[in-house]
């Protein structure tokens, strides 16, 4: 089973999402928090696989409550919920250690998919959502110079690596894709992490992004 927390300060917004997990007999929602502290605390408590992160909540946003829960030495898949008016906190949470975001207006069908998604390390980052989370960045046009400098240090099996990420292929797609094995694979992401000073694959999937390398793709394989 893939446990679930839920963080929302609308219990109403928590409730649509337990209505639509709850539906899936592989998903449970083991908990809900309303403010980023008792976020905290249910992560502790119950250890949940991933968490379903609202980013704007009154007393301890979602933003301080990732920045907290990405010290533990065990910790979920933290996906930041959002609408596109607060493009710059999701920016922030994705630099912060977020394993991506979802829209809450993500179709109910896709919903439970991206929830696996995630719960099984991969990230969860819509190609077109993120597209214009980089555009709509006050520093999107230093960002953007950036990502191609450091992107033009790589070799060009590591670019294609790197789109690949940027598409939000696990390592088996991007191997499937490249005819490398999964180990082979494993090996690219790792020296890439160095060379891009990038902490996990999805600020790496970011900067493929920033550096406009990815297309239109689906929201994570």
Not at 80 to 105: C, E, I, N, P, Q
Not at 113 to 127: E, F, M, N, Q, W
Request: net charge negative.
């Amino acid at each position: 089973m893939i446990s679930v927390l839920l963080v929302d300060d609308e219990p109403m917004v928590c409730a649509h999402l337990r209505t639509i997990l709850g539906a899936a007999e592989d998903i449970e929602v083991v908990a809900e928090a309303h403010d980023g502290a008792d976020a905290v605390e249910a992560v502790i408590r119950h250890r949940p696989d991933v968490v379903l992160m609202d980013l704007r909540m009154p007393g301890v946003d979602g933003l301080a409550a990732i920045e907290r829960i990405n010290t533990f030495a065990e910790r979920p898949a933290v996906v930041a919920l959002t609408t596109f008016d607060a493009d710059h906190y999701v920016m922030r949470a994705l630099r912060a250690g977020a394993s991506g975001f979802l829209v809450k207006s993500t179709p109910p069908e896709d919903l439970v998919g991206l929830v696996r998604v995630a719960a099984d390390g991969h990230t969860v980052l819509s190609p077109d959502a993120a597209r214009r989370l980089v555009g709509a960045s006050a520093g999107a046009h230093a960002a953007r110079d950036r990502a191609k400098d450091l992107v033009s240090r790589l070799t060009e099996r590591e670019v294609e690596v790197l789109t690949c990420l940027g598409e939000g292929l696990s390592n088996a797609g991007i191997g499937r894709r490249l005819h490398l094995s999964e180990a082979t694979v494993k090996g690219y992401v790792s020296r890439m992490l160095d060379k891009l000073g990038c902490e996990n694959r999805t600020q790496v999937g970011l900067l493929a992004h920033e550096a406009g390398l990815t297309g239109k793709g689906s929201p994570g394989v």
